[in-house]
DNA sequence: TATTGTTATACTCTATAACTATA
DNA sequence: TATAGTTATAGAGTATAACAATA
C-alpha cells in the first residue's frame, strides 16, 4: 500500500517536496508544453485545440447538438457557439437544424473540413510523439493506456457522461466552476 | 515501433479518432479535474495553485530571487510580483533583499507559511490519490514514475533548467507565447 | 547598457445574464 | 414552464510596455 514517498511524507501520494517529483508540477508542465505546441500546429485552425476537437467529433460523426458536444469537452455552451462561428465562417462545418426538435442543431463536417482535420490530425500526432518521445515504445504505449484510464474515470465521475446525465446532480449547479480568489486589484487610479 | 493505433492513423502516436482515446483529451481531463479539485482545497490560500508552488519552493528553501523561481514555475515575472504580493500580504512569506545583488530579492517562508503549507501539502495529496484512486498500487506509481520522466524530459528541452540558461536561446524571445489566434470580436456597438 | 522588480494599460478568455425560438 | 441557442456585458487572468533601482 505504501509508495516508497510515503515514508517521507506520511500521506499517501502526497505532494512531493522535490518540485520535479510533483505530481501537480509535472502533469501541468506537460499539459502546458502539449498544449504550447499543438496551439502552434494549429495556427491556422479556428478555435485552436478546441476548435480541433469540435472538428474531430465532427468527423466522428457523432458531435450530436451544440449543447451535448459542448458538456462532452467540458465547455460552456455560449463558448461553442463563438466556436462554432469562427469553424462555421471557415467553412469547416454547418450547424444543421434538427428536423426532430427545431430547438436542436447538429454539427456535421463539411468535405474540406474533414480534409482539413486529416492534415492536423497527423500535425497532432506528431506533437504527441515528440512530447512522449523520452520514453521506449513499451513504457510509452504503457503510459498513453493508464492516462486514458484514468481520464476515463474522471470523466465518468466529475462530469456524468451524457446518457445517465441526471445522476450529476449531486449539489453542482452549472456548467463550470467560478473560482475567483485571486483578489489582485489595487490599481484605483 | 509501431503501435496497434498506426495501423488506422498513419502516424506513430497519432491522435485518435475516439475521443476516449485521445492523448490530448485524456490530459486534459485529468489536468482540469486536478486543478479544479485543487482550488478547491487551496481556497483560502492567495494564489490557488501558483501560490502553493511558490510556497512549497520557499519550504524546500530554494526559492531564490523572484525571477529564477518565475522562470522555474513558468510564469511571467509580472505575474510573481502579484502573486508574492498577496501570499506576503497573508504573512507566509516574506521578500528578503539580496546583501550580495541588491536588485534580487529572495523569497524565505515565514514559520506561518510553513505550518500552512504542510496543512496544505496532506490536502492536495489526497486530491491526487483521488485523481489516480483508479489504478491499482503498482500500475498507479508506474504511472506517476512515467508522468515524471516525462515531465522532467519536457522541462529539460522546453525551458532550460536555471543554470544552463544560456542554452536555451534557439529563436525563443522571452518567458512565454502570446498565442492570439481566436478573432472573436463581434460586437462593435 | 543590462537586469531585477514594480506598476499601469490593454487585451483575451470566460462567466453571467438577458433574450429569442421552440417544446 | 423548460430547454437550445444567441448575444451583450462584466470580470478575471495575462501580456506588454514603461518605469525605478542597481549592476
Known amino acids: 500500500m505504501a509508495s ?13 517536496l522535490r518540485l520535479d517529483d510533483d505530481f501537480g508540477f509535472a502533469i501541468g508542465t506537460i499539459f502546458r508544453a502539449y498544449v504550447k505546441a499543438v496551439e502552434a500546429a494549429l495556427d491556422d485552425t479556428p478555435g485552436g485545440p478546441r476548435g480541433y476537437q469540435v472538428l474531430a ?4 460523426g457523432d458531435a450530436g447538438s451544440q449543447r451535448s458536444l459542448a458538456r462532452r469537452l467540458g465547455v460552456d455552451r455560449t463558448v461553442m457557439t463563438y466556436l462554432l462561428d469562427d469553424l462555421e465562417r ?7 437544424p434538427d428536423p ?16 482539413h482535420w486529416a492534415k492536423l490530425r497527423s500535425e497532432v500526432g506528431r506533437v504527441e510523439h515528440r512530447i512522449l518521445g523520452v520514453l521506449p515504445d513499451g513504457p510509452r504505449q504503457t503510459f498513453r493506456d493508464l492516462l486514458c484510464e484514468v481520464a476515463g474515470h474522471v470523466n465518468a465521475h466529475d ?26 486589484r489595487r490599481s484605483t487610479s
Do not use: F, W
Open 90 to 96: 471557415a467553412g469547416l462545418v454547418e450547424r444543421r
Open 159 to 184: 462530469r456524468m457522461p451524457p446518457d445517465c446525465q441526471e445522476v450529476a446532480d449531486l449539489g453542482k449547479s452549472g456548467e463550470q466552476a467560478p473560482t475567483p480568489r485571486n483578489g489582485r
Open 4 to 16: 516508497r514517498r510515503d515514508v517521507e511524507t506520511g500521506v499517501p501520494g502526497a505532494a512531493a
Open 57 to 60: 467529433a465532427a468527423v466522428q
Open 100 to 115: 426532430a426538435d427545431r430547438r436542436n442543431r447538429h454539427i456535421v463536417v463539411t468535405e474540406h473540413g474533414r480534409e
